[in-house]
């Protein structure tokens, strides 16, 4: 079969990261976590304390970061590095979590970001995901889709994911409000909002099991890579 460019596309927690990571290593694709870079890019800037409202502040930062992804063997999966140094447990920190739609709505780090992602999808055989993968990114990937679930489904996987790492002294209305505003934020953003492509298929998750859900999109790719 022919390798393709797999684009996933939808709101905050509704497995997309999960799903996507499941479908490269079950097709030995590579993964690309684009979330995980904007995440990365806003604990640069939260770090160093850069003003947001400032284009020159914001450009100087970006030229001082540098981002790149290693494979965890004890994980099986992909971390993102930040200059170098693993940060993929820091840019899950709820602090990241309520700042990164702000920074990436900022039109230079977006612009920063996507150039990054289509240098490493000219080879095909990748999956990323994200929130305007098959919009922007990818307009012309061979598969798109767009993930959603009911909003207190979503909540309960982020409670689940944030508990699991130590963070038990966050609350279900916290994560709610949390998620709710990063919907708005991504979706009424002016540079690549947050929405279902016109050629992306909708996979609404709430009720899948993660094998179910891999099932149906291996599908999916088997009719389109055998094209």
Same mark, same amino acid.
């Given at each position: 079969?022919?390798?393709?460019?797999?684009?996933?596309?939808?709101?905050?927690?509704?497995?997309?990261?999960?799903?996507?990571?499941?479908?490269?290593?079950?097709?030995?694709?590579?993964?690309?976590?684009?979330?995980?870079?904007? *995440?990365?890019?806003?604990?640069?800037?939260?770090?160093?304390?850069? +003003?947001?409202?400032? +284009?020159?502040?914001?450009?100087?930062?970006?030229?001082?970061?540098?981002?790149?992804?290693?494979?965890?063997?004890?994980?099986?999966?992909?971390?993102?590095?930040?200059?170098?140094?693993?940060?993929? %447990?820091?840019?899950?920190?709820?602090?990241?979590?309520?700042?990164?739609?702000?920074?990436?709505?900022?039109?230079?780090?977006?612009?920063?970001?996507?150039?990054?992602?289509?240098?490493?999808?000219? @080879?095909?055989?990748?999956?990323?995901?994200?929130?305007?993968?098959?919009?922007?990114?990818?307009?012309?990937?061979?598969?798109?889709?767009?993930?959603?679930?009911?909003?207190? %489904? *979503?909540?309960? *996987?982020?409670?689940?994911?944030?508990?699991?790492?130590?963070? %038990?002294?966050? @609350?279900?209305?916290?994560?709610?409000?949390?998620?709710?505003?990063?919907?708005?934020?991504?979706?009424?953003?002016?540079?690549?909002?947050? *929405?279902?492509?016109?050629?992306?298929?909708?996979?609404?998750?709430?009720?899948?099991?993660?094998?179910?859900?891999? +099932?149906?999109?291996? +599908?999916?790719?088997?009719?389109?890579?055998?094209?």
């Amino acid at each position: 079969m022919n390798k393709i460019v797999i684009a996933i596309d939808g709101y905050s927690s509704c497995g997309k990261s999960t799903m996507a990571k499941q479908l490269a290593k079950k097709l030995n694709y590579i993964f690309i976590d684009s979330g995980a870079m904007y *995440r990365a890019i806003a604990l640069y800037f939260l770090n160093n304390n850069v +003003n947001l409202a400032d +284009n020159n502040s914001v450009a100087a930062a970006l030229n001082n970061i540098h981002l790149n992804f290693v494979y965890n063997e004890v994980e099986g999966k992909s971390d993102i590095l930040l200059n170098n140094e693993n940060v993929e %447990t820091a840019i899950r920190e709820m602090r990241v979590s309520e700042y990164v739609s702000v920074v990436a709505a900022i039109e230079e780090v977006r612009t920063f970001a996507v150039a990054q992602q289509q240098q490493m999808g000219i @080879s095909k055989g990748i999956v990323m995901d994200g929130r305007d993968i098959g919009t922007t990114v990818f307009p012309n990937a061979e598969l798109k889709i767009f993930v959603t679930a009911d909003i207190n %489904t *979503r909540v309960e *996987r982020r409670l689940k994911e944030l508990h699991d790492k130590g963070n %038990t002294a966050i @609350s279900f209305e916290e994560v709610k409000q949390n998620l709710i505003s990063r919907d708005h934020i991504d979706s009424t953003r002016a540079i690549s909002p947050l *929405r279902q492509a016109e050629d992306a298929v909708l996979l609404d998750n709430t009720h899948l099991t993660r094998e179910e859900q891999l +099932n149906i999109v291996l +599908n999916w790719v088997n009719e389109r890579s055998s094209n």
